[in-house]
C-alpha cells in the first residue's frame, strides 16, 4: 500500500474514535477551572443536538455507499466511478444476483471498497425485458437497498432515452422505495470543441452546449413525470499514467479534466443516508468531511457559549468558556489528525482568539463589564455578554478550522477572526 492510503486509513481510524475522544476531553478538564458536575453538564448539552448526534454515528458504523446504475452501454459508467473516486479503481464483480439484466460489483482499491454498485445495463438494451426480468429486478433492488439512483445518459447520444426512462420510471414506482434519482450527463467533454478537455478553458459555446443538455434532460423527465432530485452535467475524462493491465503498478492522475464531479459529490453527501455520506467523503474528501463535523462543533458550541454567559453574576463564566473555547479548538485539531494537550491548546487559543494575549483579555473583560449594565436594567447586560461570548467562539472555532484543517498561516488568522465576527453578526441579524 502507499503511504498516502494508510495515512488516509490512520485518519479515517482516527476520525471514528472521536466519540470517545470527546468523553475523554471533557473528564481531562483541569479542576481548577470547572467541577466535575459542570464539565458533566457541558458534555452532555453539546452532545445533546440531533444533527451532530447523526454526524458521530455515521462516524462510528461508516459503509460504503450503494448505487444503481441506470445506462447504456458505452455510457462510460467506470471512468464515471474513478472519476468520482479520483482513483483508478478496481472494478470487482460479487456473485450473480439472481437476473441477467443487472450485475453487482464493488469498486476498490488497496482492499478499501469505494462504492457498491448494480449495474442495469440489461434493462434498456435487451429485447427480451419482460415483466419476469423486471420482477426479478426489482427484487434485486429491495434486496440491495440503495442509497442512490443514477441515471447515466451520454451527452452526445439521444437514442433509446425515452424506452430508458420509461423502464427506470416503472422500476422506481413498482420497488415503492424513496431514494434520489439523479440525472447524470457523462461525456460532455466530447461536446463540440471537443479537443478542449480542460474545464477552465471550455469555450463560451461549449458551456451554452452544456446548458441546453441538462435543459433538454430535464425536459424528457418532465414528460415522463418523473421525478429527479438533480441534473447534474459531467466530464470524466482522466488520463492514468501506469497499466491497468498490470496490478502492482500504481495508477496516478496525469492529467484531470474532470467537470461537475465535486457539484455530484456535494449533493449526494447531503442527500443519502449519513453512514454512506460519512464513508463517501471519508474515502474521497477527507478534510471536507472533517470541515463539516467541525463547523457543526462550532454552532453547537456557539449556542452553549451563549447559554453560559448570560449567568447574571460578574466573572463567573469565563472559566467555563475558557474551557469551552478549548475543548472545541482540541476537537478541530483532532479531526485534522492532531491530538493536543490541554496546556497547549490552552496557549493557542490566547493566541488564535485574541491574537496575542492582551486581545483575548481585553475581549474578556468588555464580555464581564457588559453585566455591570444588569445593575441598572436587569437582563439586558447578559444579552450582550451572550452576544460576545457565542460570536467569539464562532470566531475562534472558524479559525481553529483555517489554520488545522485549510492550513492558513497563523499570521493571517487575524483577518480570519475579523471576518467570522463579521459573518457571526451578519447571521445573527
Known amino acids: 500500500m502507499s503511504t498516502t492510503f494508510d495515512e488516509m486509513q490512520k485518519r479515517m481510524n482516527h476520525l471514528g474514535n472521536l466519540n470517545n475522544f470527546i468523553e475523554d476531553l471533557f473528564e481531562k478538564i483541569p479542576g481548577n477551572l470547572i467541577s466535575k458536575k459542570q464539565q458533566k453538564k457541558l458534555m452532555d448539552v453539546v452532545m445533546n443536538d440531533d444533527e451532530l448526534k447523526l454526524l458521530l454515528e455515521g462516524l462510528k458504523n461508516p459503509r460504503p455507499p450503494r448505487f444503481v446504475l441506470v445506462g447504456r452501454t458505452g455510457v462510460g459508467k467506470s471512468s464515471f466511478i474513478n472519476a468520482m473516486s479520483g482513483h483508478y479503481l478496481a472494478e470487482v464483480s460479487d456473485v450473480e444476483i439472481g437476473t441477467k439484466e443487472a450485475r453487482r460489483f464493488t469498486y476498490e482499491s488497496d482492499g478499501q471498497v469505494y462504492f457498491e ?94 446548458r441546453e443538455k441538462k435543459a433538454q434532460l430535464m425536459r ?70 472533517a470541515e463539516k463535523i467541525a463547523n457543526r462543533f462550532i454552532k453547537v458550541f456557539s449556542a452553549v457559549a451563549a447559554t453560559v454567559a448570560l449567568s447574571p453574576i460578574i466573572a463567573t463564566d469565563i472559566a467555563v468558556l475558557l474551557a469551552l473555547q478549548t475543548i472545541l479548538l482540541m476537537i478541530v485539531a483532532y479531526l485534522s489528525g492532531r491530538d493536543l494537550e490541554f496546556k497547549t491548546a490552552r496557549e493557542l487559543l490566547i493566541s488564535i482568539g485574541g491574537i496575542g494575549a492582551t486581545g483575548f483579555t481585553l475581549r474578556m473583560i468588555a464580555q464581564q463589564g457588559s453585566k455591570f449594565v444588569n445593575l441598572v436594567l436587569p437582563g439586558a447586560g447578559s444579552a450582550i455578554s451572550a452576544s460576545i461570548a457565542s460570536g467569539g467562539t464562532y470566531a475562534i472555532g472558524k479559525a481553529a478550522v483555517a489554520y488545522y484543517l485549510k492550513d492558513v498561516p497563523e499570521s493571517k488568522l487575524k483577518n480570519i477572526v475579523k471576518e467570522a465576527r463579521e459573518e457571526f453578526d451578519g447571521l445573527s441579524e
Open 117 to 210: 454498485v448494480i449495474d442495469t445495463r440489461g434493462i434498456g438494451e435487451s429485447e427480451t425485458f419482460k415483466v419476469k426480468a423486471e420482477e426479478d429486478l426489482l427484487e434485486v433492488i429491495r434486496d440491495f437497498n440503495p442509497d442512490a439512483l443514477l441515471f447515466l445518459q451520454k451527452a452526445t447520444e439521444r437514442a433509446h432515452i425515452d424506452k430508458d426512462i420509461e423502464i427506470t420510471k416503472r422500476i422506481i414506482k413498482k420497488a415503492n422505495v424513496e431514494l434520489p434519482l439523479v440525472g447524470i450527463i457523462t461525456h460532455i467533454d466530447e461536446l463540440h470543441p471537443s479537443r478542449e478537455k480542460k474545464p477552465a478553458n471550455y469555450p463560451t459555446e461549449k458551456k451554452e452546449l452544456i
Open 220 to 289: 424528457i423527465f418532465n414528460e415522463y413525470d418523473l421525478k429527479y432530485s438533480a441534473i447534474i452535467p459531467v466530464s470524466s475524462y482522466i488520463e492514468w499514467s501506469g497499466t491497468s493491465d498490470n496490478p502492482e503498478m500504481k495508477q496516478t492522475m496525469d492529467f484531470d479534466g474532470r467537470y461537475g464531479i465535486e457539484e455530484l459529490l456535494d449533493f449526494l453527501e447531503s442527500s443519502i443516508d449519513v453512514r454512506a455520506a460519512i464513508h463517501l467523503g471519508m474515502t474521497i474528501r477527507l478534510n471536507k468531511v
